[in-house]
């Protein structure tokens, strides 16, 4: 059996990186993609500990995280649809009026 | 047999290869294939948690349902290509630097604080079978389930309300 240290090791590799790149990227799609990723990694973190302490609530919030995201992604999409109509781009730079 | 720990290296790698892939493809409809992959890698790492329910769930709602979400703006919005603009010279580095700090102070949290953590006494394979999550969920969380279809409710008229709002601003 793998030690749940090297699940949380893999887990922080990947946040960070996907952290890296919300901070480098341009594309509010790629960034919203890497939030994402961020929450895959979470939920790495939380199915690893419910397989350590054989407690199945973990997994119960992982379940919830994903509805969560789901629900994340259509709002979050819609919002890049609408700035993308008002702006025509997706830029993030470009993205610096509250009233558009 | 492949050992545990064989198939959890070549998982890792492929996740951690794919999400770089994503990061640096210079088309969104290959960060968005990359990403694919990654959910498909870490959803066998759930199979090898002893996760199946969760496993299946990450591939139809993740790989499934939501990158077809991906995939569909991406093509509407004809945004694969977005030509880079660098407006603040000392993002890079500044941002590199920032997630370098993020990660070595994670994995020194990691290596150097023992977590104190025990493997339960009884290693039982199938304590989260599909039915024992049901019967956790339908019961103890039988509210947060409730309020999710609430919040997923919520969601879809949030998402219609926003791109509708648009195109009636057009028409006028």
Redesign the interface.
């Known amino acids: 059996m793998v030690p749940v240290e090297y699940y949380l090791g893999l887990s922080i590799v990947l946040f960070s990186l996907v952290a890296l790149g919300v901070l480098i990227l341009r594309n509010a799609i790629i960034i919203f993609m890497s939030v994402e990723l961020m929450l895959n990694s979470a939920n790495l973190t939380f199915v690893a500990f419910a397989n350590q302490y054989q407690l199945i609530s973990g997994q119960i919030f992982v379940f919830f995280v994903m509805a969560v995201a789901a629900a994340e992604v259509a709002v979050g999409l819609a919002l890049i649809v609408a700035i993308f109509q008002t702006k025509q781009s997706i830029d993030v730079d470009q993205i610096n009026l509250l009233k558009g | 047999m492949i050992p545990?720990?064989v198939l959890?290296i070549i998982l890792?790698l492929v996740?951690?290869a794919s999400?770089?892939g994503?990061?640096f493809s210079k088309n969104?409809i290959y960060?968005?294939l990359n990403?694919i992959l990654?959910?498909s890698s870490?959803a066998v790492?759930?199979l090898?948690?002893?996760?199946p329910?969760?496993a299946l769930?990450?591939v139809t709602?993740?790989a499934g349902?939501?990158m077809v979400?991906?995939l569909f703006?991406?093509m509407?919005?004809g945004?694969e290509r977005?030509r880079?603009?660098e407006?603040l010279p000392y993002?890079?580095p500044v941002?590199?630097i920032?997630?370098?700090i993020?990660?070595v102070v994670?994995?020194y949290a990691?290596l150097f604080r023992p977590?104190g953590?025990e493997?339960?006494s009884?290693?039982?394979p199938d304590?989260?079978s599909p039915a024992?999550?049901a019967e956790?969920?339908f019961n103890e969380?039988l509210l947060?389930f409730e309020v999710?279809s609430i919040?997923?409710l919520?969601?879809?008229i949030?998402?219609?309300v926003?791109?509708r709002?648009?195109q009636r601003r057009?028409q006028r």
Request: glycine share 2%; no cysteine; charged share 5%.
């Open positions: 545990d720990i959890f890792a996740a951690v999400a770089v994503m990061l969104a960060s968005a990403l990654n959910f870490v790492l759930y090898i948690l002893g996760a329910f969760i769930a990450q709602v993740y349902a939501i979400l991906f703006v991406i509407l919005l945004a977005l880079r603009s407006t993002q890079q941002s590199i920032l997630a370098a993020l990660a994670a994995i990691l977590l953590i493997a339960a009884v290693a039982n304590f989260s024992a999550m956790m969920l969380y947060p999710t919040l997923l919520v969601a879809m949030g998402a219609i926003l791109t709002k648009r057009v």
